[in-house]
């Protein structure tokens, strides 16, 4: 089964940017639909972004268009999400997992455990 392992979360101040890394292992990456995720306690996921496979183009969620990009490195398999001019609302924790599919729908599987991102003044 792949297996996913978010890092790059951290303190970051409203406005700032933070790159996070998806590391994926136990299988290959290249055929794979992957998203990025976020959840704030007591919430519901949220996609925030998704790269379907078969070279169809990234989405994003309305909320981060033209601030964040996702993007992947295939031979190392790892999926990244560059996040821009960060909101206070954004503080949440992120997840990646696997899309059930090879192009971006609701279903996803493999979650990882989730990178923290959190605000500062």
């Known amino acids: 089964q792949l297996q996913l392992e978010e890092s790059g979360g951290g303190l970051v101040q409203e406005g700032g940017s933070l790159r996070l890394t998806c590391a994926a292992s136990?299988?290959?990456?290249?055929?794979?639909?992957m998203g990025w995720f976020r959840q704030a306690p007591g919430k519901e996921r949220e996609t925030v972004s998704c790269?379907?496979?078969?070279?169809?183009?990234?989405s994003y969620a309305d909320s981060v268009q033209g601030r964040f990009t996702i993007s992947r490195d295939n031979a190392r398999n790892k999926l990244y999400l560059q996040m821009n001019s960060l909101k206070a609302e954004e503080a949440d924790m992120y997840f990646c997992?696997?899309?059930?599919?090879?192009?971006?729908?609701?279903?996803?599987?493999?979650w990882g455990q989730g990178t923290e991102v959190t605000g500062s003044s």
């Open positions: 790269f379907p496979r078969n070279g169809f183009d990234p």
């Open positions: 997992a696997v899309g059930q599919y090879p192009f971006c729908t609701d279903s996803w599987r493999n």
């Open positions: 136990g299988s290959t990456f290249r055929d794979l639909t």
